[in-house]
């Protein structure tokens, strides 16, 4: 059994996103595993980081600390949401600066001569992201690439298990 945290960023209850989350709650219920859920937009989740908050040993509110417990201990993350210009949509984002954050899910060693390259915390084994877009996919990968992938794969996930080479993301 897996404790796996899910983080869902879309307005729109009868979204795809919505139906996405709602198969992978169901999948992994009946699987057996301990699930930590969040809907960032039915909770209200306020995506401001506000400076009191930034350094490693802030006083942080109790939902952003129980948000943080939630991810540390995880053994999987997964996150959906929608492409909104390239990016997740705001929540989403503020739900990274406020919740992944140094002594949660990464921390800067000791003798880093400046590269401020994180050491990933997370125990989770792997991250999987799934997005939706309503671009077609010809256009995204010629005109666009993959910018998602590049915040997910290689800014997020990629960083915060650089510390530990069994962990792995996934991206879709």
């Known amino acids: 059994m897996s ?10 209850k009868n979204s795809f996103n919505h139906a996405i989350a ?3 709650l169901d999948t992994l219920a009946a699987n057996g595993n301990g699930i930590n859920f969040h809907d960032l937009y039915e909770e ?11 350094p490693k040993d802030a006083s942080i509110p109790i939902e952003i600390q129980r948000h943080c417990e939630e991810i540390s201990s995880a053994d999987g993350i997964i996150i959906i949401h929608q492409n909104w210009w390239g990016q997740p949509p705001a929540v989403l984002k503020g739900w990274i ?3 992944i954050r140094s002594g949660v899910a990464y921390e800067f060693l000791e003798g880093d001569s ?3 390259i994180p050491f990933g915390l997370l125990n989770a084994n792997v991250g999987l992201v799934f997005n939706t877009s309503n671009t077609s996919l010809d256009r995204e990968s010629q005109v666009f690439g ?3 992938e590049r915040i997910w794969k290689d800014c997020v996930f ?6 530990n080479c069994r962990k792995k993301s996934v991206y879709h």
């Open 3 to 12: 404790n796996v945290s899910i983080i869902l960023a879309h307005p729109d």
């Open 22 to 24: 709602t198969a992978v």
């Open 44 to 54: 209200g989740f306020d995506p401001m980081l506000h400076h009191p908050e930034f």
């Open 97 to 99: 600066d406020r919740v």
């Open 114 to 116: 400046g590269e401020c």
């Open 146 to 148: 993959d910018p998602l």
């Open 158 to 163: 990629g960083l915060l298990w650089c510390g």
